[in-house]
Each structure stands twice: as C-alpha cells, then as structure tokens.
C-alpha cells in the first residue's frame, strides 16, 4: 500500500465501501488510470461491513435490473482475475405470495427478468416445497425463483473491487478521512485530508451515509438518510438443509438467509426507525458501530418467521443485530453529477441492495464521468429528479420511515408517499380540494391526478386491475372532447432566458429552428454529443431576446442542468417555476368560453395554433399561448401566482356556462398518449435518438448552426 499521499489526481473517490471500490476500480479500467480513493477508517466501516449479502438480480425496473445482473457477473468475473473470494453463492433466490395481488406482482418481474434474460422459473405451492422443504406453504398462492440468485460476503466483494482496481492502478488509502472538499468557481478543485491536500478534477461521494451531511457542507443537496435496520442470527439448527435458496416473504417484510447451519432473519418493516434521532448527524467515528437492541420493534416480524418457518421457533438467537442504512426518498439510487457543483458525482444511497448494485452503479457512474453524459435510461437513479428541499432533515428524516418498508411493499400503479406531504402548494390547493382533487407529486408539488365523482372520497384503492379512478378519468377526458377541461399546467419547469445572444445560444443546443418572434413558440428536444434525448420542452418567444422553456414537472433540475451546461454567462437564466402559475383550458367550447371573459381576439386567424400573446381576462394580464398538450383545442393561461387564484375563479364561473370540467393528469396522460405526444422519461429518454421515436420533424437541417 501507498503510504504518501500524492499532491494532485484526476479523480478522488470518497468512501471505501462496495460502491467507492466499484466506481475506482471502473474509472481505472475504463482508462482513468489517476484515481485515488481515500477512506476514512478502513474499507467497508461503514454499512458495508454489516450487510446481509443478498445478490438479486430482479430489480423494480428493467434498467434496475440490467446493473444488478451486471454486478453478479463483475464479481464472478473479479474472483478470477484477482484470485480472492467474494464468497459467493449462487444457490439461488424464492420469493413466495401469501397473497392473489403479490403474486401479481411477482408475475409482472417474472416478465421484467425474462426480457433482461434472467433465468426465473413461476412457482406453484408443490414446486416451492421441493425448493424449500422445511416451509410453512399452506397460505402460500406461488412465488417465483431465481435459480443463478444468492448470497456473498460484502466485505468479500469490497476486497475483490479493491484489488482489482489496485491492479489497474488506483492507489487506495485507509484512515484518511476526508476534512474538506475544495471548490473553486462552483468546481471541484481538491480535498483537505488529515494527511494534507490533494487537487483533483473530479470528486466521486460514494460515502454512504455520511453524504447527506457531507454534501450539505458544501451546499449540494443529497438526499438519503439512515434507519436503523435489524436481522437476527441464529445457533446453528441441526435439521436446516445446507445451500437452501435466499427466501423472501414480502407480504411478512421478511427475508431468511441459510448461511452455514445457521438462519439470518431480517426485516423491511413500514414504519422503520430513524437513526441518530437526537441529532440528525451521523458520528464522524461510527465505522463499525451497532445500536441498543430494540426486540420490541423486531418481535412481531420474528413471530411472522415462525409462521413461515416453524422451526425457527426453537432455535436459539446468537446475535441480534441493528445498524445503520441509509434510504433515498424513493428508493432508488442517487448517480450523477450534482446540479451545484461540477465534475461533483455522486454514486450512493442504496437502500440496503449495495451489495447486488453497486457493480452497475460502478460502472455507470464511471461512463457518466468519463462521457460527460449517459447513454441510457438512468432518470430514475439521477440525483437531479430531486430539489433542495429533498435533502432537508425535516422532509428526509420523516420520509425514510415509509421508504425502508416500500422495499418490500406492493409496487402499485401510482402509489404515493403518505409521509414529508403538503411541501408545494399551488396557490388554489384548497379550491382544488374542495373540487374532489386525489393529489399526488410531481417535481414536489401537490397536483391533482383525478377529480372523485358523486362524492367519493378522492384516494386510490391500489391495485394491477381496474382502478378506481378510470370513472374520473373516462368523465374528464369525454368531457375535455365534448365540452372544455380545466387542466393544472401549474406544476410544468418553467425557465425565462433573456439577452442579446440568447437566441443563437437556443439554436445551438435545440434540434429544432427556433423561432425569434414575439409570440411564436416551438416544439424541440435537446441531445447530448452521442444524439440521446436529453430533453423534451417547448420554447416561446416572449419579447426581443427573451424566450421561455416549458417541460415537464419531474424533469426541473436535469433539464435546467442540461441548458446551463451549454448556456454562456451572457445569457441569464431565471427559474420561475413557482412565480408563474399555468392553467390549461381545453375543448371544443375553449374559444367561446374565453371570448366571453376577454375582449380580446381569440379567432383562428388572429391566433393561430403555436402563436402567443397577453390578453387581458377581466382586468388581469394573461400570457395565453395555443399550443395543446392533449390534442383538443385550448390555451395555455400563464400568470403571476399571486394572482392565479383570481384568475382560477373566473374560469370556475364562466365554466358554470359551458359544463366545464376539471381534469387530473390521468385525464392529460390519457388525452396526450392517444394523441400520440410522447413523454420525456416514459416514451423517450437519452437511449432513443429522435429517428428512433419517429419525432424527426423536430430536427431543423435549415438553420445555419451546427446543434449539439
């Protein structure tokens, strides 16, 4: 080992778990030889140490799943060249349904793993007793199995990607924990270690639970944090049969691991345990740290693994085990470059599968670094789907408590957090509720996804059949196509870009020839150097040198991430998302119910499909632009939010007149699929280039500028 710190790198790596060794040794071998990973305490200190080991391959989405299976391949691959053990075991992996709807559940991955050629085989009640003969299977409706599945020894795999990475050059140092990270024009420019200061180009925190606070330091947002998670080991039990596959029970928030005659049993309980509750802070030294046994929150889970495997019930406990895990507020991983600070990655917050992803994320997260960009469908996993807020102790703190149990809860169509609610209001939330608005999230808003009908109670009764909510969407869409509609466009990222060089800047980074006239608007995508689709928005012309990007909710910060990339310091950029309100009016009637509230021209010929002007709607100045999202006649309705209630109202009654309707974005998704408009992030993503997704037309070859 190294023992002198080198004074500069290319690349440091913070963090000597699964996922710091991972990245280092991917960057290394991808040909970033200048890689330095720098430990605080020594590798694996943190969670990785304690982790149960479970390599499963199924993921909750195909991309989930394509890394996970490239991570048992890596560390299959690894033992080899490195001639150390990872411990692996790949006596494969059930996981059983005590109920109709899980097994529906399991049905829908089998079909995922299938077309991710993962080796899965549907079980019946007899087949699971053949795999697993000392279950309880009476209640059981099937399960599904992974036979190629398993188990490893975490801190096994650490070793393994150590090594290897050692092996490609990267040098690695134990107890030197990382005291400041130094920025210089919002960009990395090195690390303050206890052993002195190293420059760098490129940070990786991949520090586990420490990267909230440590992005916090630095002003970056990074959104995990820990629960306390709990297993139990038994004695070694006579009658277990050796090499049992991995089981998991869902429905129990249990998982059972055989591991040399003895039983782990650990749990993903709903309503888990915040660690460190007194003061938000993960301690500096916690490297191999454990806390207080809590049986009382463990018992009523450890009496469900009697249920499910009766001789649990006389076996002695060896060890009773909580630590710490840190959870994303949505489970899924937090990749990518931060939106604050540059060449910043980070490659964290695993929700407790590190060990089974952390050889993708390794890997992608180096490709991201090393292309600038990413050239498949990772938006879910990007750290820019979240705002500031996200990171905050009071939304994390209570957010985490749900998301541990999610892990193993129902994946429903359109679930939706009940914990951290209520963050973004529209500024007519109450006049929406009292409408009979369901609300769910987008970009952390409250937005109506559908109105209840006859006085129901406007919440989703989850389910993989009929929902529902399809009477509420079948009622807004028929009426939007008979009548008008009244849509939320609220929520929808909105950037204002203003000065002289602003438009030639447009025209270089949008495929489409942009249009520089007042009130002219255009449909266009932006690309990253391989041509993927990094964005999909619309442009309007609000006044010389001053244009406005619309897209989508979800999308604000990497879209606005993506535009400040390419953006000149001569262009200034404004977010004024939640400034300007959006309200969409759509429908056969749309123009005769708007004439009656403006004196304005709202005529065909005097305002024209794609075209934009004010308008004056009862003494209130309104940007209305006619473009349409859901492929029915209507008008964009911006203004200011402070009077966007006033505005709300006027809709409300002149709509009395004309069977107005609201509509959620069940309504809108429905309307704009059917009208063939696709979706950044469902139906396009950086994996698609436009030929591909038929939207060619959005491709300008006339402007005299070469676009990115």
Known sequence: MTKELPKSTKVVVIGGGVAGTSCAYHLAKFGWKDVILLERDQLTSGTTWHAAGLVGQLGASSTITKLRKYSLDLYKELEKSTGLSTGLKQNGAITVASSKERMQELLRQATTAQLSDVEVEVLNQKRIKELYPVIKDEDLVGGVYMPKDGQADPVGVTNVLAKAARMEGVKIFEKTPVNKILIKNKRISGVETSKGKIDCEYVVLASGMWSRQIGEDIGVSVP?????????????????????????????????????????????????????????????????????????????????????????????????????????????????????????????????????????????????????????????????????????????????????????????????????????????????????????????????????????????????????????????????????????????????????????????ICTANIKNEIGKSTYTHMLNEDGGIETDLTIVCMDKNYFRVVSSAATREHDKFHILKYLSEEVSFEDVTEEVCCLGLFGPKSREMIQKISNDDFTSENFKFGTAKYVNIKNLKVWAQRISYVGELGFELYIDSKNSLELYKILIDEGKNFNLSHCGMHAMDIMRMESGFVHWGHDISPEENQYQAGLRFAISYKKNVNFI
């Open 224 to 508: 995990l944090y820990p629960n306390e998670h709990f297993y139990v080991i038994t004695e070694p039990m006579k009658d277990l049969p050796k090499d049992l596959p991995v089981l998991r029970d869902y429905n129990a928030c249990l998982y059972l691991k055989e591991d040399a005659g003895k039983m782990l049993v650990g749990i993903f309980e709903p309503n888990a345990k915040p660690a460190f509750k007194e003061s938000g802070k993960v301690p500096d030294d916690f490297s191999f740290g454990e806390f207080p046994d809590d049986f009382d929150h463990f018992e009523p889970y450890l009496e469900k693994s009697f249920h499910r495997l009766p001789m649990l019930e006389t076996a002695g406990i060896r060890k009773f085990f909580s630590g710490p895990e840190s959870f994303t507020p949505d489970t899924q991983y937090l990749l990518g470059e931060t939106p604050e600070v540059k060449n910043f990655y980070t490659c964290c917050g695993f929700n407790s599968i590190g060990i089974a992803s952390s050889g993708g994320a390794g890997r992608v997260t180096a490709e991201w670094m090393i292309n600038g960009h990413i050239n498949e469908d990772l938006f879910s996993l990007d750290i820019k789907r979240f705002q500031n807020f996200h990171s905050s102790k009071k939304f994390i703190m209570e957010r985490v408590t749900e998301t541990l149990g999610d892990l193993y809860g129902m994946h429903w169509p359109y679930k939706q957090h009940s914990t951290s609610r209520n963050q973004k209001l529209l500024p007519y939330h109450d006049e929406l509720k009292k409408a009979g608005a369901c609300f769910g999230v987008a970009g952390g808003f409250e937005r109506p996804m559908w109105y209840s009908l006859n006085g129901e109670e406007p919440n989703y009764n989850y389910s993989f059949n009929y929902q529902n909510w399809y009477p509420s969407a079948k009622h807004e869409t028929t009426n939007a196509r008979k009548n008008v509609g009244l849509f939320d466009f609220s929520t929808f990222s909105k950037f204002d870009l203003k000065g002289e060089k602003t438009h030639s800047e447009l025209q270089r």
